[in-house]
């Protein structure tokens, strides 16, 4: 019993850090409304910033879909270096209703069923073109980031225009985990 409360804090306390905000004062990152019908389909992370749950990860994908409750249905897969796939389900919703630029995403596994008030987690869309072919996520404490595209690969001007982006919202991109290569 004091062991499964104990381990019961610990999640809780790492939630709540994880929910915590930026404490260097920084205005949050700016945003970019979408279109969620032209954003639904495949995206392939190109790059991201270290996290513990992509941490065995050497290629990731996501697929959302729009759902007729307004609900946003989210796959996210990824490939580890031993080839085998793992993948996870989640639903999306905007943050504000009618706004599409800030997301709740949670996913469906133990830790939102154990806690599932401090289990949804902050999805901003910084940037993506005019095509929808490439994106620019993060989360407002900027410790999250992913860059997406339609593609598993991208130009090295697609690639330098979403640096900059990342840099020019405050985004630390010296330490991204980049795509391994088919």
């Known amino acids: 019993m004091i062991l499964r409360n104990t381990l019961l804090l610990s999640c ?4 709540l850090a994880g929910c915590a905000g930026s404490s260097d004062n920084q205005k949050p990152p700016a945003t970019m409304q979408v279109d969620l ?11 991201r910033l270290p996290m513990f749950f992509q941490r065995n990860c050497v290629q990731s994908e ?11 249905d989210v796959t996210n897969r990824c490939r580890e270096e ?3 796939w793992n993948e996870i389900h989640g639903t999306a919703e905007p943050q504000v209703p009618g706004k599409t630029d800030k997301l709740w ?19 901003w869309v910084l940037y993506h073109d005019q095509d929808y072919q490439v ?5 407002p404490n ?14 090295s001007e ?22 391994k290569a088919d």
């Open 12 to 15: 809780l306390a790492l939630a």
């Open 37 to 47: 019908q032209r954003y639904q389909g495949t995206w392939y992370e190109v790059a």
């Open 62 to 72: 996501a697929r959302y879909g729009l759902r007729a409750d307004g609900l946003i």
């Open 82 to 84: 031993d080839g085998k």
């Open 105 to 123: 995403v949670k996913f469906d596994n133990w830790f939102s069923k154990l806690l599932p008030g401090l289990t949804k987690g902050e999805y």
């Open 135 to 139: 994106a620019l996520v993060g989360h």
């Open 142 to 155: 900027r410790e999250y980031l992913w860059l997406l595209s339609r593609t598993p690969t991208i130009s």
């Open 158 to 179: 697609t690639r330098e225009k979403l640096l900059t982006t990342a840099r020019e919202q405050g985004y630390d991109v010296s330490e991204l985990v980049w795509r």
